[in-house]
């Protein structure tokens, strides 16, 4: 029996958090649209995978994990998105001290002609509420 | 890409600038899901028609004016989202000093069962590459 496409959402962005979680640079490019869009809410936005792998080669310097709780999932055949509370957390290489944030996000997904999901927009920002 | 689609997306958007800028709460209000999410970087989640109408009514006592500059538009059957730079003035009505605001927004659309467009899940941060 097939999926319903938040399910399959669901499974695209688990394999997103699998890639983030295991610091693994290209399992995690290989979830990317092409025409991603990743507007964070601490720096300038980055299109397209070239920028985006930038930035996380960057990041991953901390070895960070994340975590996340569903606040809301939709999808339909094409185009489907999560939103939620995360919370990052990594070790700063230069002195070992425990790195930590949390905040809000949104990851929309969009499915391609091969029939693979792929994260094409992620905006985070850090409201007053989370309490992840 | 769906050109139609796209063209149906921006003008649901259009259609919710202009009632916002009208400072019109039940113009607004009826452009929503019954499901909205409004993610707003300084402010806890709000989450259904209520809770959402209560933060506009507050928002407007500084006679908002929004513009927007369109990044990133994709739209399928049923679902498609506008993501692009937001620019703010008001007025403050104690001193009737210049309120500015400006930052990211994304706006995801779903059509209901009578065919319209509906605003569901709605997030903006402030990102440093847009300024006032």
């Given at each position: 029996?097939?999926?319903?496409?938040?399910?399959?959402?669901?499974?695209?962005?688990?394999?997103?958090?699998?890639?983030f979680n295991?610091?693994?640079?290209?399992?995690?490019?290989?979830v990317?649209?092409?025409?991603?869009?990743?507007a964070?809410?601490?720096?300038?936005?980055?299109?397209g995978?070239?920028?985006?792998?930038a930035?996380?080669?960057n990041?991953?310097?901390?070895?960070?994990?994340?975590?996340?709780?569903?606040?809301?999932?939709?999808?339909?055949?094409?185009l489907?998105?999560?939103?939620?509370?995360?919370?990052?957390?990594g070790t700063?290489?230069?002195?070992?001290?425990?790195v930590?944030?949390?905040g809000r996000?949104?990851?929309i997904?969009r499915k391609?002609?091969?029939g693979?999901?792929?994260?094409?927009?992620?905006?985070?920002?850090?409201?007053?509420?989370?309490?992840? | 890409?769906?050109?139609?689609?796209?063209?149906?997306?921006r003008g649901a958007?259009?259609?919710w600038?202009?009632?916002?800028?009208?400072?019109?709460v039940?113009?607004v209000?009826?452009l929503?899901?019954?499901?909205?999410v409004f993610a707003?970087?300084s402010?806890?989640i709000?989450i259904?028609?209520?809770?959402?109408?209560?933060?506009?009514?507050?928002?407007?006592a500084?006679?908002?004016?929004?513009?927007?500059?369109?990044?990133?538009?994709?739209?399928?059957?049923?679902?498609?989202?506008?993501a692009?730079?937001?620019?703010?003035t008001?007025t403050?009505p104690q001193?009737?000093?210049?309120?500015k605001?400006?930052?990211?927004?994304?706006?995801i659309f779903?059509?209901?069962?009578?065919?319209?467009?509906k605003?569901?899940?709605?997030?903006?941060?402030?990102?440093?590459?847009?300024t006032?």
């Amino acid at each position: 029996m097939s999926k319903s496409p938040i399910e399959e959402v669901r499974n695209a962005l688990n394999q997103w958090f699998d890639a983030f979680n295991n610091n693994d640079i290209e399992a995690l490019m290989a979830v990317y649209d092409p025409e991603i869009v990743y507007a964070n809410s601490a720096k300038p936005i980055e299109i397209g995978i070239p920028t985006v792998k930038a930035g996380f080669i960057n990041s991953f310097a901390i070895q960070p994990k994340v975590f996340f709780k569903e606040e809301q999932a939709i999808a339909v055949d094409g185009l489907g998105y999560l939103a939620g509370q995360f919370r990052v957390t990594g070790t700063n290489p230069e002195d070992g001290s425990k790195v930590e944030e949390s905040g809000r996000v949104v990851v929309i997904f969009r499915k391609n002609d091969a029939g693979e999901w792929k994260l094409v927009f992620d905006m985070d920002n850090r409201p007053p509420d989370v309490t992840i | 890409m769906n050109n139609k689609l796209i063209e149906e997306i921006r003008g649901a958007l259009n259609e919710w600038l202009k009632a916002f800028n009208s400072n019109n709460v039940e113009s607004v209000i009826n452009l929503y899901d019954p499901e909205i999410v409004f993610a707003n970087q300084s402010n806890p989640i709000a989450i259904g028609i209520p809770s959402v109408k209560a933060g506009l009514v507050k928002s407007f006592a500084v006679k908002p004016q929004l513009s927007f500059e369109e990044e990133q538009i994709i739209a399928v059957n049923g679902l498609g989202y506008a993501a692009g730079k937001y620019k703010m003035t008001g007025t403050n009505p104690q001193d009737g000093s210049l309120i500015k605001g400006a930052g990211r927004v994304v706006a995801i659309f779903r059509k209901n069962t009578d065919g319209e467009w509906k605003l569901v899940f709605d997030m903006d941060n402030r990102p440093p590459d847009v300024t006032l």
